[in-house]
């Protein structure tokens, strides 16, 4: 509803079912999009599943495992870098959504 009204949204989420991946796909079809992939090594995501405390120990490696799997991006991350940095590398890639394949610009 936001997005049809003219709303610009930032929808962040771990795609880990083919099902969630199909919808998503369908709801957003009428809208520009990028589809940007946070990559991080696993040691890194176990260790800010501990530091956070609010996610049943053991999600992170299950998630590793099945989140990029069969994912096509437009952008792909290095979610080692500085939030910052990603957040600038998204909205150079928005901006520059109409030219052709914007992989390889980015750092991952």
């Known amino acids: 509803a936001f997005a049809a ?5 930032i929808v962040e989420h771990v795609i ?16 520009p999009t ?5 990559h991080c090594p696993l040691h890194e995501l176990e260790r ?6 609010d996610r049943p120990i053991g999600s992170a ?11 096509d991006y437009d952008l792909e991350l290095d979610g080692l870098l500085p939030p910052e940095t ?13 030219h052709p394949s914007l992989r390889g610009r980015y750092p991952c």
Do not use: C, S, Y
């Not at 800010?48 to 405390?53: A, C, K, S, Y």
């Open 5 to 9: 009204n003219g709303a610009n949204l």
């Open 16 to 31: 880990d079912l083919p099902a969630w991946r199909t919808e998503l796909t369908a709801l957003l079809k009428p809208f």
């Open 34 to 38: 990028i589809r940007v992939g946070l």
């Open 48 to 53: 800010r599943e501990t530091q956070r405390g």
């Open 61 to 71: 490696r299950r998630d590793f495992e099945a989140v990029h799997h069969d994912m």
């Open 86 to 98: 990603n957040a600038q590398f998204i909205i150079e890639a928005w901006r520059a959504r109409n």
